[in-house]
C-alpha cells in the first residue's frame, strides 16, 4: 500500500526565558566572547564533540567502540528526518529488523535476525513493556514524540535480560533534558492519504497531531505530551465494508516531573495509551445485519528511576514501576438500512483480558580501583493476568541477584 503525504510537517512552538546563563562543561573555562562575530555565530573555544554513549547491555554508560554488544542507535535528528509517526516506522528501515501484520486485530509484530517477536526484549529506559502474548504490541504504543534516540542490540542477550531476549534488545530512550528557566511548548500537525484515499481531518487516511510542553528550573523540571494518532483504514481489494486495513484511533499521555543535582537524579513518568481497532464485518443480505467489533487496548505505566552518587567510589542505581493493561473485545451488530447498532448476545462475543507487570531493578557500583569493580544488584518481575478466556488468575515471577566483577 502506498501512501502520499497530503500535508507537509507543520510544526510551532516557543520558548520562554526567565533567566538564561552560559552553559558551560565541567571543568572548562569559557572562551572570551568574539565581538568581531555576529552573537548568532559565536560560539566558545571550550565546546568539543562527545563521543557517542550507550547504556544497553552496560552497568554504565560507556562509548559504543568499548562495548563488547554490536550496538547501533538511531538517533533523535534520524527520527525527524524520517517524519516518521509511529516507532514501527522508524524500525522498518533497519537491516535485520521486519514486520508482520495481523490484518483480522489490526497489530503487528516484530522479528530481528529471523526470530519472532517472543525472542526479542522491549525496554523503554532500561524497563520492560508488558506484552499480552508474544507478539510484541506495545511497539506500537509508545509516543515516537517523546524518544530521544534507540539502541539495538543484536545476538543473544538472555543472561542480562532473560530468556525472551535470545535475538537481542530494542532499548527506547525517552528524551529529559530541559533548559533550567525555560519554557518550550510545541504543537506538531502531520495529515497522510492512504493510497488515495483522504478526507481532510475525516475519516479517511491518516491524521496525526502532537502537543507538548516543557519546563526546567532550579533542579526541578516538569514536562507533558498527549498525541493522537487516527488512521482511518484503507480499502484496497477489499469488498462491502471491509477493509484491507483496519481503521485505528490511538490516544498518547505522558507526564513527567523530575529533579537533578551534582549527587542525585530522580524522576517519575506516567505513560498511557487508550487504543481502539475496528474491524468492519460483512453485511449479511439475508437480514441486513453486519458483526463489527472493537478491539479496545488501555495502558497505564507507571515508572520511577533515580541515580544517587553516595561518593567517589560509590553509586546506587534503581528503577521501578508498574503496568496496568487491558484488552476488551466488544462486538456489535449493525442495522445497515437503519442505523441501528446493539450489542451482540452470542457467547464469547464480548471479552476482556487485565494484565499487569510490576518490576524492581537495584545496582551498586563501587570502583575497587582504576581496573577493578563491583556492581551487585537484584531483579524482580512480578507478572499477572485474568480474563474471560483465561483460566484462573496464573502469575509469572522472576527473581534475579547479580554480583559482576569487571
Not at 219 to 244: C, H
Not at 343 to 355: C, I
Request: aromatic content about 10%; cysteine-free; charged content about 20%.
Amino acid at each position: 500500500m502506498k501512501r502520499h503525504l497530503v500535508v507537509i510537517l507543520m510544526f510551532w512552538g516557543f520558548h520562554l526565558n526567565a533567566q538564561e546563563k552560559p552553559a558551560l562543561i565541567s571543568g572548562m573555562p569559557s572562551a572570551p566572547a568574539d565581538k568581531s562575530l555576529p552573537d548568532s555565530v559565536k560560539q566558545p573555544a571550550s565546546l568539543h564533540k562527545l563521543n557517542e554513549v550507550i547504556v544497553t547491555g552496560q552497568y554504565e554508560a560507556r562509548s559504543v567502540r568499548s562495548s563488547v554488544y554490536s550496538v547501533r542507535t538511531i538517533s533523535s535528528e534520524q527520527i525527524r528526518l524520517r517524519s516518521a509517526t509511529s516507532l514501527l516506522q522508524v524500525l522498518n528501515t533497519e537491516p535485520g529488523i521486519r514486520f508482520t501484520n495481523d490484518l483480522t486485530l489490526g497489530t503487528s509484530d516484530i522479528s530481528l535476525m529471523g526470530m519472532s517477536g517472543k525472542g526479542v526484549k522491549i525496554l523503554l529506559d532500561g524497563v520492560p513493556l508488558l506484552d499480552r502474548s508474544e507478539t510484541r504490541e506495545s511497539l506500537g504504543q509508545v509516543d515516537i514524540n517523546t524518544i530521544d534516540r534507540i539502541e539495538i542490540v543484536e545476538g543473544p542477550m538472555s543472561v542480562s535480560y532473560g530468556t525472551d531476549a535470545l535475538a537481542g534488545v530494542i532499548n527506547i530512550i525517552t528524551k529529559k533534558s530541559t533548559v533550567p528557566g525555560q519554557l518550550s511548548v510545541t504543537a506538531k500537525f502531520q495529515e497522510e492519504s492512504a493510497g488515495k484515499e483522504y478526507s481532510g481531518f475525516g475519516l479517511k487516511g491518516s491524521h496525526n497531531q502532537n502537543f507538548g510542553i516543557n519546563y526546567g528550573r532550579k533542579g526541578w523540571s516538569l514536562s507533558g505530551s498527549v498525541s493522537r494518532n487516527d488512521f482511518g483504514g484503507w480499502k484496497g481489494q477489499a469488498s462491502d465494508r471491509e477493509l484491507d486495513w483496519n481503521p485505528k484511533d490511538q490516544w498518547l499521555a505522558t507526564g513527567r516531573i523530575g529533579y537533578s543535582s551534582s549527587k542525585l537524579n530522580v524522576w517519575y513518568r506516567l505513560s498511557a495509551t487508550d487504543e481502539t481497532i475496528s474491524l468492519f464485518g460483512r453485511t449479511n443480505p439475508n437480514n441486513s445485519i453486519a458483526t463489527d467489533k472493537d478491539f479496545i487496548s488501555r495502558r497505564f505505566f507507571h515508572q520511577v528511576q533515580a541515580e544517587w552518587l553516595l561518593n567517589h567510589k560509590l553509586s546506587f542505581s534503581g528503577a521501578a514501576s508498574y503496568t496496568d493493561y487491558s484488552r476488551r473485545t466488544e462486538t456489535t451488530n449493525l442495522n445497515v438500512l437503519n442505523g441501528d447498532r446493539r450489542l451482540s448476545l452470542e457467547e464469547g462475543s464480548q471479552d476482556k483480558s487485565l494484565f499487569n507487570h510490576t518490576f524492581f531493578r537495584g545496582t551498586l557500583q563501587y570502583q575497587q580501583s582504576e581496573k577493578i569493580s563491583f556492581q551487585p544488584g537484584f531483579e524482580v518481575n512480578l507478572n499477572g493476568s485474568s480474563g474471560d478466556r483465561i483460566l484462573g488468575s496464573p502469575e509469572i515471577n522472576d527473581y534475579a541477584f547479580l554480583f559482576p566483577l569487571n
